[in-house]
Nanobody, 116 residues
Framework: QVQLVESGGGLVQPGGSLTLSCAASGFTFSSEAMTWARQAPGKGVEWISTINEAGTGSTYSGSVKGRFSISRDNAKNTVSLQMNSLKPEDTAVYYC?????????RGQGTQVTVSS
């Protein structure tokens, strides 16, 4: 079955950086777009970024564009999210999601807290 395991979350000061990783298994990874989404306390799931199957194209939400960068390694079945210039409003549980939609199959999430 599909398994997505996120890692790399933690506590970081405003302006800091983190890199999230997601290890995927149970499906043909190179045939699927991959998405990162997040959910802040008391809010709905927010789409952040999607990368296409080959890793040659990506899109970002306006709230993270220019600060976050998505990438993938199809040889290792991993997708990553480099997060720079983090803000307190980036605090959320971050999810790796199979496919283009943030409502697809996702992992258990990793907590990112941005606070001084």
């Amino acid at each position: 079955q599909v398994q997505l395991v996120e890692s790399g979350g933690g506590l970081v000061q405003p302006g800091g950086s983190l890199t999230l990783s997601c290890a995927a298994s149970g499906f043909t990874f190179s045939s699927e777009a991959m998405t990162w989404a997040r959910q802040a306390p008391g809010k709905g799931v927010e789409w952040i970024s999607t990368i296409n199957e080959a890793g040659t194209g990506s899109t970002y939400s306006g709230s993270v564009k220019g600060r976050f960068s998505i990438s993938r390694d199809n040889a290792k079945n991993t997708v990553s999210l480099q997060m720079n210039s983090l803000k307190p409003e980036d605090t959320a549980v971050y999810y790796c999601v199979q496919g283009w939609s943030p409502r697809g199959t996702r992992g258990q999430g990793t907590q990112v807290t941005v606070s001084s």
